[in-house]
């Protein structure tokens, strides 16, 4: 298995632009998560989904993030506007028992400019 | 609710040197508790876990027992490398609930 994938591994944009970040998790894991880690606040859970099911989007900081997940196979993370205070680092990762053993992609480095 | 509280870093140590990362948490019941290794340029990987009071994690020459009386799960290694260079996450895992990740110990291990 190629583990979890994500793209773009690095992207840099202007402020006010739109970005999407997009994961396909390991085949057969039913629980996708999003994580942000910045050296202030070290690693939040933005948004998590149970077989494609949003379940807990408590983490996401404000109404210009919004993530969707329309199959097992794919989710994305989207960004708009996008400010320089979302620069970040974004994971994504997954797992086949609910919350427990996560297994994480490499990660989209985002500046923001 | 659910926290941990993990050793500051950075720590920085000699090749060969004993190294211990303190983790301790608060949660309800008896969680899961894991350790995961972010190596530069990564993402987290899993390091090792223990279920149960009592159980010992271990991995790549790391240990943690779950020690439910005092609420730790201290990793350890008896001798570390350069290669172990990276930040360690302490995570509890309640039941019914999901990970908790402390804040990070970044490692740095000179030759």
């Known amino acids: 298995d190629a583990g979890v994938i994500q793209s773009p591994r690095h992207e840099v944009t202007e402020m006010g632009q739109e970005v999407t970040l997009r994961c396909k998790p390991i085949?057969?894991?039913?629980?996708l998560f999003w994580y942000r880690q910045t050296m202030m606040r070290g690693l939040e859970l933005l948004i998590y989904f149970n077989n494609n099911v949003p379940i807990d989007d408590s983490g996401m900081p404000e109404d210009r993030f919004s993530a969707k997940m329309p199959n097992a196979s794919f989710s994305t993370l989207k960004i708009q506007p996008s400010e320089p205070r979302d620069s970040a680092v974004y994971f994504c990762?997954?797992?086949?028992?609910?919350?427990?053993?996560?297994?994480f992609g490499a990660g989209s480095r985002l500046t923001v400019l | 609710g659910d926290s941990v509280t993990q050793m500051e870093g950075p720590v920085t140590l000699s090749e060969e040197a004993f190294l211990t990362i303190n983790c301790t948490y608060t949660?309800?019941?008896?969680?899961?508790l894991f350790w995961y290794v972010q190596y530069p340029g990564e993402g987290l990987q899993l390091l090792l876990k223990?279920?149960?009071?009592?159980d010992k994690g271990s991995n790549k020459g790391f240990e943690a027992t779950y020690r439910k009386e005092t609420t730790s799960f201290h990793l350890e290694k008896g001798s570390v490398q350069v290669s172990d260079s990276a930040v360690y996450f302490c995570a509890p895992l309640p039941r019914g609930s999901r990970l908790t990740f402390g804040e990070g110990t970044q490692l740095t291990v000179n030759p």
């Open positions: 085949s057969g894991h039913n629980s």
């Open positions: 223990a279920t149960k009071a009592d």
């Open positions: 990762a997954s797992s086949d028992r609910g919350a427990n053993v996560l297994t």
């Open positions: 949660a309800t019941g008896y969680p899961s």
